[in-house]
C-alpha cells in the first residue's frame, strides 16, 4: 500500500499523477521531450540509459516500464536491455552509448562524480554538447522519478507481460497522453 | 569550467536553461508548481526542505539560491536557514516541518528509505497527504537539479551573498516562469529557435 491515498487500480507513478495533476504536466513533459522529442540519440538509446539508471536506484517499476519499452525499439531484444543494466561495458552498444552510460552511471551516484575524462571519452566516441547534456538531463530525472516512486511506497505488477503489452502503445502515444486519458475519464482533465 | 559549452556569464542552472529552453521549461514548471503555487506548506517551508536536501547532495549553487530564497520568505532570518541545514531535528520550526525534513532526508538517500513510521510520524503532526506527496516531490526533484547542476560543472559565483540575495528578491515575488520568458525572448531576438 501506497504511503498516501491514490487511486490502488493505477501502479507506480501513474497512481501519484493522477493524485496531483498539476505537477503531473510538467512532468510528462519532461519525459516525452527527453525521451521521445527529435534527438540524434534513438528512443531505444534513450530509454536504456533511463533503465540502467533506474536499475543502478533499485526501482521496480520505472526499470520495468522503460526496460520494456528499450526493448520494444529495439527489435524486442531483452537480453540487450537486461546486460546493459549488469554490464554496460559489454553489452552490444556502440562505443558512444557505453561512455555515455558510463556518465549516466556517475550521475545517478552524483552529479560531482562526473570528470572530465568520462566527458572527454564520449565526446572522442562522437557523443556531442547536446548529447551528453541530455545524457546527464535523463540520468538525473530518473534519480527524481525513481525517489517519487520507491518514496511514497507505490505498488507495481510482478507480472512482466503487463509491461509488454504497455510498451508499444507508450512507444506510439507518449507519457503525457496516458495520464490524461485517466485525467479525462476521471472528470478531471480535458 | 562546464562539460558542455554554455552561455557565459549565467551561472549554475540558469546556462543549462539557456542551453535547452524546452526541458528548461519543464523543469522550471515544476518548480513553480511545488515551491511557488499555492499551498498548505508555506514558500518558507518548501523552500527550506529544497535546501536541505541540496546541502545534503552538497550542490553549492541550488542550497545558496534556495537558502536565499527561504531567507527572503523568512524576513531574512539567515541564521534559521543555517540551522535547518546543519541540524533539522533542533532547528526551531514547527514538529510537522521536523517530520517533512526527516522524510526529505530519507529521499535524498533512496526512495526506499522512507519508511511507513516516518509517514506515521508526519501525519501524527498534522502532515496532510498532499503535504506528504509534495516533500516527497521537492525532495526528488532536486536530486534531479542538484544532479544536473554538479552533473555538467556549471559553475557558481564564490562570495557573492549579496547577489544570491538580489536574485532570490526577485524570483520570490515573480515566481520561477519569468527566468524562462526572459531567455526565450532573449533567444528570439538573438535568433535562435
Not at chain 1, 551528453?132 to 507495481?156: E, K, P, Q, S
Not at chain 2, 528578491?169 to 529557435?193: C, E, F, N, R
Request: glycine share 8%.
Amino acid at each position: 500500500m501506497a504511503h498516501i491515498q491514490v487511486r490502488e487500480d493505477l501502479p507506480g507513478i501513474r497512481g501519484l499523477m493522477v493524485f496531483r495533476p498539476e505537477t503531473a504536466e510538467p512532468l510528462n513533459q519532461l519525459a516525452d521531450l527527453l525521451l521521445r522529442g527529435p534527438n540524434t540519440l534513438s528512443p531505444g538509446e534513450r530509454e536504456l540509459i533511463a533503465t540502467f539508471v533506474s536499475s543502478r536506484n533499485d526501482c521496480f517499476f520505472c526499470q520495468t516500464v522503460h526496460g520494456a519499452v528499450a526493448a520494444y525499439h529495439l527489435d524486442n531484444n531483452e537480453q540487450l536491455v537486461r546486460d546493459v543494466k549488469t554490464d554496460p561495458e559489454h553489452a552490444a552498444v556502440s562505443d558512444k552509448l557505453k561512455a555515455l552510460l558510463a556518465v549516466a552511471g556517475k550521475v545517478q551516484c552524483s552529479g560531482k562524480e562526473v570528470t572530465t575524462e568520462d566527458i572527454s571519452r564520449a565526446r572522442e566516441r562522437g557523443a556531442t554538447d547536446m548529447e551528453i547534456h541530455d545524457t546527464v538531463l535523463i540520468a538525473a530525472a530518473f534519480c527524481m522519478f525513481n525517489r517519487y516512486v520507491d518514496g511514497l511506497g507505490t505498488w507495481a505488477p510482478t507480472d512482466l507481460d503487463i509491461y509488454r503489452q504497455r510498451a508499444p502503445i507508450t512507444a506510439r502515444d507518449g507519457y503525457a497522453n496516458s495520464i490524461q486519458r485517466i485525467l479525462a475519464d476521471n472528470g478531471q482533465g480535458d | 569550467m562546464p562539460h558542455i559549452q554554455l552561455q557565459e556569464g549565467l551561472p549554475g542552472i540558469r546556462g543549462l536553461f539557456a542551453f535547452r529552453l524546452d526541458t528548461a521549461r519543464a523543469m522550471s514548471q515544476l518548480a513553480q508548481v511545488l515551491l511557488h503555487d499555492e499551498n498548505t506548506l508555506t514558500r518558507a517551508e518548501r523552500e527550506l526542505i529544497a535546501t536541505y536536501v541540496s546541502s545534503l547532495n552538497d550542490c553549492y549553487f541550488c542550497q545558496t539560491a534556495h537558502g536565499a530564497l527561504a531567507e527572503a520568505h523568512l524576513g531574512g532570518n539567515a541564521a534559521l536557514v543555517e540551522q535547518v541545514k546543519r541540524d533539522p531535528e533542533n532547528a526551531p520550526v514547527s514538529g510537522k516541518l521536523r517530520a517533512l525534513l526527516v522524510i526529505a532526508g530519507k529521499v535524498q538517500r533512496g526512495g526506499k528509505s522512507v519508511t511507513a513510521e516516518d509517514v506515521e510520524g508526519a501525519k501524527r503532526e498534522g502532515a496532510t497527504d498532499l503535504e506528504i506527496h509534495d516533500t516527497v516531490l521537492i525532495a526528488a526533484a532536486f536530486c534531479m537539479f542538484n544532479r544536473y547542476v554538479d552533473g555538467l560543472a556549471t559553475w557558481a559565483p564564490r562570495d557573492d551573498e549579496e547577489g544570491f540575495r538580489k536574485r532570490a528578491a526577485t524570483v520570490a515575488s515573480v515566481g520561477y516562469m519569468k527566468l524562462i520568458d526572459d531567455l526565450q525572448a532573449a533567444a528570439a531576438a538573438a535568433g535562435k529557435p
